[in-house]
């Protein structure tokens, strides 16, 4: 067999380094994909997260309710807090409250369980 020539050779290492940049640039934008994905993937969890939770308003006034909305609710922009069913339930017990009429959380809360509140057994 005969050796290629010079420019023979010169020629496919050309090719062969076409390729791996070619080849780079696919893995790349392969891996700008996955992170794309990966910070929606982390945007949905936290998003589902609040869905699944409640917020309370407290009242501004004495006069004035307690309102409880959805999670994700716009409505009660400054929350903090994101508790679940039974939390609500237990935190406003005894507590002058409405749901919010955007968010209508009370569907969600209904028949919510709680944990029965041991009595006080004393000292
Ligand atoms: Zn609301």
Same mark, same amino acid.
Request: charged content about 10%; glycine content about 30%.
């Given at each position: 067999m005969s050796e290629s020539s010079l420019p023979e050779r010169i020629e496919k290492h050309r090719a062969v380094a076409a390729w791996l940049e070619f080849q780079l640039g696919q893995e790349r934008a392969t891996i700008r994909r996955l992170e794309k994905e990966a910070v929606e993937w982390d945007r949905r969890k936290a998003v589902a997260w609040r869905e699944r939770r409640f917020t309370v308003q407290e009242p501004r006034h004495d006069e004035e309710q307690y309102v409880i909305h959805r #999670? #994700?609710?716009? +409505? +009660?922009? #400054?929350?903090?807090d994101y508790v679940q069913a039974p939390e609500v339930v237990i935190m406003m017990q005894g507590k002058n409250v409405e749901g919010c009429r955007t968010c209508n959380p009370m569907p969600g809360l209904r028949g919510t369980w709680t944990p029965r509140l041991a009595p006080d057994e004393g000292a």
């Open positions: #999670g #994700g609710c716009m +409505n +009660n922009p #400054g929350a903090r």
